[in-house]
């Protein structure tokens, strides 16, 4: 009795496993298709590997110049910081790529655009610091104030020789 009711069972049960398992593989590759869409579609407007590059940057510096305030408020102002530096500072060397490849002089288009996302960048970070949760605001915009402008510079050159090259 025993035996014929595992050996009728034990296919079923295994069929049944195989397609469960069948249709997980299916919805994860869903999801992940899914995902990647929606990184795919952020990618026009957000540089990821500068973004990136930045917030980590920006976020350590940052929690470390509130660090005397405490474990929590520094975590607070890294990781506005962080975030911030990401999302906006993806976005804003999207745009500094776009004044730097539409202008017409070179000199003018490097200059022009890093003044204008340097100036955007730096208010932008003053003003998210300002909001409560930062013990030192203006401390923690200067960073941004300082490597800001360079960091522009350097990027809107190289995009602009890389573009004259094509």
Not at 41 to 63: K, S
Not at 122 to 132: D, G, N, P, R
Not at 134 to 150: N, V
Request: aromatic share 12%.
């Amino acid at each position: 009795m025993k035996w014929t009711l595992v050996r009728h069972c034990v296919p079923h049960v295994i069929s049944s496993l195989r397609s469960r398992h069948e249709v997980d593989i299916k919805l994860l590759s869903l999801k992940i298709e899914r995902k990647m869409r929606i990184i795919r579609f952020f990618g026009q407007f957000i540089d990821y590997p500068t973004a990136i590059a930045g917030a980590v940057i920006m976020g350590v510096v940052v929690g470390m110049i509130n660090s005397d305030h405490g474990y929590w408020p520094a975590f607070t102002a890294a990781a506005k910081q962080a975030a911030y530096t990401f999302l906006f500072g993806g976005l804003l060397i999207k745009m500094l790529y776009s004044l730097v490849t539409n202008l017409h002089s070179t000199r003018f288009a490097v200059i022009v655009s890093t003044f204008t996302i340097s100036i955007l960048t730096i208010t932008l970070v003053y003003l998210l610091h300002s909001i409560k949760g930062t013990p030192k605001p203006f401390e923690s915009t200067l960073p941004t104030i300082f490597l800001a402008p360079p960091g522009f510079f350097a990027l809107a050159w190289k995009k602009r020789k890389k573009s004259a090259v094509k």
